[in-house]
């Protein structure tokens, strides 16, 4: 891979895209990288949690590569957010491991959206957000008009998607868009200390956990019914056997 950096190392992979000349915009291959990345840690039962981050201490990502998109026509232009959608924000938003983005510096459009499409956002003080896709004649295209609203609340999410204007991590910290603000230098030891806690935890109620409550932001399924079904199901695995003995013997759980 060129533009995107794997890492593995006890039970957390760490995705970087590496493309500092253009702040790690997310062109076309970027995006095939880190969709690629994906399945195969989708599917590692050593990898219980994500961190995807940006290279470098400026950006996490400034958006879709708009040198590569400034020529697009109308059929173009839709074929670029649907294909951006189907292989990379529904892949990450639906990941079966909780999914963190370490925003270390400018998430503008397309990478503010990449951010929101992780379960989880941790931001360095430094770090700035927003979606300026309407200063460019255009929206945001990568999931911007739905997940900003999930997170900050529609009047929030309006103006800033019509003002395209830039907050600050700490009003991001205030607005529920990031859940914690820390130096820069502490941005990746925050991620590796959140991701070993839930890797401690039982990786089967993790993913079960994750898909109750996705299953709540979803209008085609019932979140209640989700949530009734993951619980039932929980009994009959190893897991729960070994997280309710451990909790008699008065011991850590091995999960
Ligand atoms: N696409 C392509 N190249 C980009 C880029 C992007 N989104 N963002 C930055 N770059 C490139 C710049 O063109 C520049 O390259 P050159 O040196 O070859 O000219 C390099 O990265 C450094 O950027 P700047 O010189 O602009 O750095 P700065 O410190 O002056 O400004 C910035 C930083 C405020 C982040 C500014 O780069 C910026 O405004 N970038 C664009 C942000 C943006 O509009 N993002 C939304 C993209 S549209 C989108 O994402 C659509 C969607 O929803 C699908």
Redesign the pocket.
């Given at each position: 891979m060129e533009n995107v950096l794997l890492e593995v190392n006890n039970h957390i992979a760490q995705l970087t895209i590496h493309r500092p000349?253009?702040?790690n915009?997310l062109n076309k291959q970027t995006i095939a990288e880190l969709s690629e990345s994906l399945d195969p840690l989708a599917e590692n039962p050593k990898v219980r949690v994500l961190i995807i981050t940006g290279s470098g201490e400026?950006?996490f990502v400034?958006?879709?590569?708009?040198?590569e998109f400034a020529g697009f026509d109308v059929k173009e232009g839709a074929q670029?957010?649907a294909a951006?959608h189907e292989m990379l924000f529904d892949k990450i938003e639906n990941f079966p491991k909780p999914v963190i983005a370490a925003v270390n510096g400018?998430a503008?459009?397309?990478?503010l959206?990449l951010a929101m499409a992780c379960h989880f956002r941790i931001a360095s003080d430094n770090a700035r957000l927003g979606?300026?896709?309407t200063?460019?004649g255009?929206i945001?295209?990568?999931g911007?008009t739905q997940r900003l609203p999930q997170l900050v609340g529609k009047g929030k999410a309006i103006e800033m998607i019509t003002t395209a204007s830039m907050i600050t991590a700490q009003d991001a910290y205030k607005w529920g868009l990031v859940n914690q603000v820390v130096a820069p230098a502490e941005l990746a030891d925050t991620c590796q200390k959140i991701a070993q806690k839930i890797a401690f935890n039982s990786p089967m109620a993790v993913s079960a956990a994750l898909r109750a409550i996705s299953g709540g932001f979803n209008d085609k399924v019932n979140g209640y019914n989700i949530e009734i079904s993951e619980f039932g199901k929980c009994f009959g695995t190893d897991d729960f056997k070994e997280g309710t003995i451990a909790f008699l013997e008065k011991r850590k759980p091995n999960f």
């Open positions: 000349k253009a702040l915009a400026k950006a400034a958006g879709a590569d708009i040198k670029l957010a951006g400018f503008l459009g397309g990478g959206e979606l300026p896709e200063s460019l255009l945001p295209g990568y911007g």
